[in-house]
């Protein structure tokens, strides 16, 4: 198990391909799910130093706040609602360059103006969602190599 945490600079791409082999140092080898998804937000918050990075988990019908880094957030949020549910709902990868520009969006905090919500799929099957919300608004996203939306 990794100690610290080298935290790199330059461009997104090049902070995302340090910090992957990190995170798996992290996780390999460990078997609870809570103390993994709890090591990769905090990774993630300390490279990217984001205002919230967290998971919800599926649980009866519904999502569930789990490990995160950040300020409280919302406790649960049903499918299809706000970005976490409709990403959750469609199966896929949100970005939201803009929240307050989206139909629904649920204001856990008034700090965060733009976020993305990666599904977490397991067997074909949605079991949790990543979300990750900024202070800044983004001006453009593209796919960092090596990382898979879907």
């Known amino acids: 198990m990794a100690e610290d945490l080298s935290i790199s600079e330059g461009s997104k791409e090049s902070q995302y391909q340090s ?12 078997p609870d799910q809570t103390a993994n998804l709890a090591n990769i937000t905090a990774a993630l918050k300390e490279q990217f130093g984001w205002l919230w990075v967290g998971f919800y988990l599926v649980k009866g019908g519904e999502l569930v706040l789990g490990p995160f880094q950040g300020p409280i957030a919302c406790t649960r949020i049903r499918k299809g609602k706000g970005v976490c549910g409709t ?3 469609e199966a896929k990868t949100l970005i939201v360059p ?3 520009a989206f139909p629904g969006h649920i204001a856990c905090s008034s700090l965060s103006k733009s976020e993305i919500v990666v599904p977490v799929i397991r067997n074909g099957e949605v079991v949790g969602v990543l979300d990750v919300d900024s202070v800044d608004w983004i001006r453009s996203m593209k796919p960092i190599s090596g990382f898979s939306r879907r």
Not at 19 to 30: A, F, N, S, Y
Request: avoid cysteine.
């Open 19 to 30: 910090l992957l082999p990190q995170i798996k140092g992290l996780i390999t080898g460990e």
């Open 87 to 89: 990403s959750w709902a």
């Open 98 to 100: 803009d929240v307050e």
